[in-house]
């Protein structure tokens, strides 16, 4: 009879975690890989919710919170496109430097007047973006990560036909939550 009844359990266990394997594991895969492919990209991604079941109602929270998500997504993307709107209004070049002197942003007023392109400035050191551009001793952009404070300079630029331009530089911190400077405009 003992063994007999450890048989007949052995077998409900087994059958039990067939049933929980099956049942429940496989269903919550699905929220690991749709939260996967919606962090690679995948806005329009959802949990598909079957039943009536407490897996269910977690299906369609992770659902509403995705869609919410997916909202705020496209603010933000509504938001970049207007600022740069403004950046690219202003008449002034506008670069944004992270600590390491990379462009991080450049306005149309920058990139005519450097002569170079989007593609071929962010990313680049600030010192290759174009021939003496950044590599003077009194950058104000190196002035500026060193003392954390705004700096101004007149700077000597050659053109492309060979004439000086006298130009005021001015370099402004920008601060990361910690206080440090995280990037230069």
Do not use: Y
């Not at 007949?8 to 266990?13: D, F, H, P, Q, V």
């Not at 394997?21 to 806005?43: M, P, S, V």
């Amino acid at each position: 009879v003992i063994r007999m009844s450890a048989g007949l359990a052995l077998i409900l266990i087994t059958g039990i975690a067939l049933i929980v394997r099956l049942a429940i594991l496989q269903r919550l895969r699905r929220f690991e890989t749709t939260a996967r492919l919606i962090a690679k990209g995948d806005l329009e991604r959802r949990v598909p919710i079957e039943g009536g079941d407490t897996i269910s109602w977690l299906a369609q929270e992770f659902n509403t919170m995705a869609d919410a998500m997916g909202g705020l997504v496209t603010q933000l993307n509504t938001q970049q496109r207007r600022l740069e709107t403004v950046i690219n209004s202003i008449d002034d070049g506008i670069v944004v430097l992270d600590r390491n002197r990379h462009v991080v942003a450049a306005n149309d007023a920058f990139l005519n007047r450097t002569g170079t392109t989007r593609d071929t400035t962010v990313g680049c050191s600030c010192t290759t973006v174009r021939e003496g551009l950044c590599n003077t001793p009194n950058c104000p952009a190196t002035a500026c990560l060193d003392t954390s404070t705004r700096q101004a300079r007149l700077m000597e630029r050659r053109t492309d036909d060979g004439t000086t331009r006298w130009e005021e530089v001015h370099a402004s911190p920008v601060f990361g939550p910690t206080g440090q400077v995280t990037q230069i405009v």
